[in-house]
């Protein structure tokens, strides 16, 4: 039976709904046990989530100053040694995860098995390759530990409700100071979170400029959405980089997506190939977008998406 | 300070990858080859810490067939001094090429390694880590801006919160994201230079890398297709359709 240590991620003291899809993954190849393992500076309330998430077994957490930032070179020799023993260590496809699984697959000298998009089996796996445009089986070796990011759009967050154990672990490594954490610019935003709002509504280049996406922000507001945005309106300067959706942004799966302004470039459609209903409105009627939308609209952003709002009462 | 560059070559990203009836790969006869982005935005931050005095040497390397010299060339063109191209018939995964990219810097001794987030190919996003790893070196991943003070970098990364800032002493390993730089173009007499440029063949077995090509692929398909929406002729129209599915 496989031994499944999650690595857990957070920020400002709370857990990030990506270790609730871990463990959907990991119950999904019938894993014996899930631990979740939770590095910070003070991990008392950040394990007390994770240990309310059904299906997790045990809570492990090391508490430690160093912890306090998610510092990739820091955490990885202590989750190898945390990792003793268990058969499978998975982590979020996010940046955080991205940055942190292949240090720990390095040290431990195995592959890492990257966006895990469908379980087969506990060393069987779909992943996406070419911005999506092929899905892959692969097989890993079953006498290596496993490591393993998981595409966290494939996996539904699995519910409230358990009550795991919490042990705090102490563990002897060393620990690098070569990496040190400066700042966090984030942007302050009331609105929902890009990566699990069940609602996103995105610009493009077509939106014009940062001034003009207060078209976006408002049709947003309005449905309780969160914003989204293709690479140009980001290298443009429209919105900030963490709105990027697509194979080099945030792979996300809303149950509605509106891509208002976006052409669909096959880097864009690969980040919301899993949402619900796509709409898509753009004023050239043969946009690629077109193809894989489940509602299309043709016509001037600036016109539509106003009416939109007074239609919606 | 020398700057060691990783280079690979991957189908051009313009191209839409077709998966063989057979499901044993993706169509890649007679299709465009280009540089991977990234390291093109890698090999050009490397070029320009050069232009300001930062770095002196900066040395391209790829692992690839015998076919990637072309490929290596373009990088030479592009401002490289040198090159060194790995010669490999197999396509190597992650793991086997931090361990043969590893082999180099002990050879190279540079002091920044600067690699691409991920290869469009693979979309693996690993190879930068494991090296830093295996080096036992810090990592600055999905750099969008990279700042050198004497024996430290100043790195903007480009994180899911938004823009994380580290310092990591040097050596380091530095992965690019998009909007680090935008490469120059290269001009026809850069061409002509590069082909008096050095450029060193090394087999891969001569460099005795312990293989971590552990996983294996054992079927491709095409990706699930959407099914064909509707088209609405007004915005009163695409309002009422979402109400009805509940979706506003
Ligand atoms: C390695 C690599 C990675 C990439 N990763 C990503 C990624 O993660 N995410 C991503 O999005 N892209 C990515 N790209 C870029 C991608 O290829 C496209 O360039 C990008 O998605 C285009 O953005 P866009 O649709 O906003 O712009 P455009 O393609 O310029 O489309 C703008 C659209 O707006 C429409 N329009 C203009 N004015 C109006 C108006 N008034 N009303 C209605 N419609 C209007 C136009 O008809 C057009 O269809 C990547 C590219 C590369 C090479």
């Not at chain 1, 510092?71 to 496809?93: D, E, F, K, N």
């Not at chain 1, 911005?131 to 496993?146: F, K, R, S, Y």
């Not at chain 1, 610019?185 to 509504?201: F, I, N, T």
């Amino acid at each position: 039976m496989s031994k499944v240590l999650i690595v857990a991620e957070h920020l400002n003291g709370k857990l990030n709904s990506s270790t609730a899809r871990c463990v959907t993954c990991a119950k999904a190849f019938n894993a014996g046990s899930v631990t979740v393992l939770v590095l910070a500076d003070a991990p008392e309330a950040i394990a007390a989530e994770a240990a309310a998430i059904a299906g997790v077994d045990k809570v492990l957490t090391i508490a430690n100053p160093a912890n306090a930032h998610p510092i990739a070179a820091v955490y990885a020799p202590q989750v190898v040694a945390a990792a003793q023993g268990y058969s499978h260590v998975l982590a979020p496809s996010t940046t955080f995860g991205k940055d942190l699984a292949p240090r720990i697959a390095a040290l431990l000298g195995v592959a890492q098995v990257s966006d895990i998009a469908e379980v087969l089996g506990a060393h069987s796996f779909k992943r996406p390759i070419y911005a999506g445009n092929a899905i892959i089986t692969v097989e890993a070796p079953a006498d290596a530990t496993l490591v393993a990011t998981v595409r966290t759009a494939s996996f539904a967050a699995a519910a409230a409700g358990g009550s795991a154990t919490i042990e705090a672990l102490s563990v002897s490594v060393e620990l690098p100071t070569h990496t040190r954490f400066v700042e966090l610019q984030q942007g302050k935003s009331d609105r929902p979170d890009l990566q699990s709002a069940s609602r996103v509504v995105s610009g493009g280049r077509g939106v014009g400029s940062a001034e003009n996406f207060a078209v976006i922000y408002k049709l947003a507001d309005r449905i309780g959405a969160a914003v989204g945005a293709s690479r140009a309106a980001v290298d443009a300067g429209y919105v900030p980089s963490d709105l990027q959706v697509g194979q080099t942004g945030k792979i996300i799966a809303p149950e509605l997506y509106m891509a208002i302004g976006i052409s669909g470039a096959i880097q864009h459609l690969t980040g919301i190939k899993d949402a619900g209903t796509i709409v898509a409105i753009n004023k050239d009627g043969e946009a690629p977008i077109f193809e894989i939308a489940d509602i299309g609209l043709v016509g001037d952003l600036f016109t539509l998406v106003p009416e939109i709002e007074a239609a919606l009462g | 300070m020398k700057i060691l560059v990783g280079y690979k070559r991957v189908v051009d990203y313009n191209v839409r990858i077709q998966v063989k009836p057979d499901g044993s790969g993706v169509v890649t006869e007679g299709v465009k080859l280009s540089p991977n982005p990234f390291d093109d935005i890698a090999l050009e931050e490397a070029l320009r810490l050069r232009e300001k005095g930062v770095a002196t040497d900066v040395v391209v390397a790829t692992i690839g067939p015998a076919d990637c010299q072309a490929h290596l060339r373009n990088g030479l063109a592009m401002g490289a001094n040198r090159a060194i191209h790995v010669v490999t018939s197999q396509a190597v995964q992650p793991l086997t090429a931090a361990r043969t990219l590893l082999k180099l810097i002990e050879k190279e001794q540079p002091d920044i390694v600067i690699l691409g987030k991920q290869a469009i190919d693979d979309d693996c996003n690993q190879t930068g880590q494991m090296l830093a790893a295996l080096w036992n070196r810090p990592q600055a991943t999905f750099a969008s801006k990279v700042e050198i003070n004497g024996s430290s970098a100043r790195v903007t990364r480009e994180v899911d919160a938004g823009l994380e800032v580290i310092d990591v002493d040097l050596p380091a390993v530095i992965t690019t994201d998009l909007r680090l730089n935008e490469p120059r173009f290269i001009k026809l007499p850069d061409i002509m230079k590069a082909k008096s440029k050095p450029l060193e063949t090394i087999p891969l077995e001569s460099l005795a890398v312990e293989s971590g090509d552990h996983l294996k692929t054992t079927a491709y398909a095409a990706p699930a297709k959407r099914s064909k929406g509707v088209m609405v002729k007004d915005a009163a129209e695409l309002v009422a359709l979402l109400k009805t599915k509940g979706l506003v």
